[in-house]
């Protein structure tokens, strides 16, 4: 793995992270933790998380919830939920819904935790290629339409049989003038 895998804990419960933090402060990993889902999401937003792992049973925004959000806006966090009285229903909504990969019960068994972090290695290792990749495609794609839009029609390429790059008659024309640029 090339970085440090950064996991973000959440719970209302002080003293559960604490434990977390205590339990897996040996491991080489980056662990964060968070309140609630409102400081959760602002720490998702402004760093990349590989595994969020979140209490279901939260004031305000619940577990559950949580993890639909960071499915939608951070795609390449793994989810994951703690719970002290899972019911089958919870369990699978969040499978479902969140898409959640694994649950953990309390009180929070760090060893279970750190053995499933090590299976995921190569997981996380892939979506963070995966998500780097999407951001290059998006940048490209922004670059193109900023290029089109100034140069009208330069990047409606055509190939010639041999390969060799065709240019329409007058497409350097347009181009020029869309760029505000004048003929000698």
């Avoid at 479902?96 to 053995?115: A, M, Q, W, Y």
């Avoid at 060799?164 to 760029?179: K, Q």
């Amino acid at each position: 793995m090339s970085d440090t895998i950064t996991v973000l804990f959440v719970d209302d419960e002080p003293a559960v992270l604490s434990m977390v933090r205590r339990l897996l402060r040996d491991l080489p990993f980056d662990i964060l933790t968070a309140d609630d889902a409102v400081e959760a999401l602002t720490l998702l937003r402004r760093r990349r998380v590989d595994v969020l792992v979140s209490d279901i049973e939260m004031p305000g925004m619940s577990g559950l919830e949580l993890v639909r959000v960071a499915r939608r806006e951070f795609p390449g966090t793994l989810r994951m939920l703690m719970t002290g009285a899972a019911t089958l229903d919870r369990v699978l909504d969040a499978i479902n819904e969140g898409e959640v990969h694994r649950f953990f019960t309390k009180p929070f068994d760090g060893e279970l935790f750190s053995r499933t972090l090590w299976t995921l290695v190569e997981r996380i290792e892939k979506l963070r290629q995966e998500g780097e990749q999407e951001t290059r495609r998006a940048r490209r794609e922004e670059l193109y339409r900023w290029v089109d839009s100034r140069f009208p029609g330069t990047l409606d390429v055509q190939r010639g049989e041999s390969g060799e790059v065709l240019i329409p008659v007058g497409a350097l024309d347009r181009s020029a003038e869309a760029a505000g640029w004048r003929k000698r």
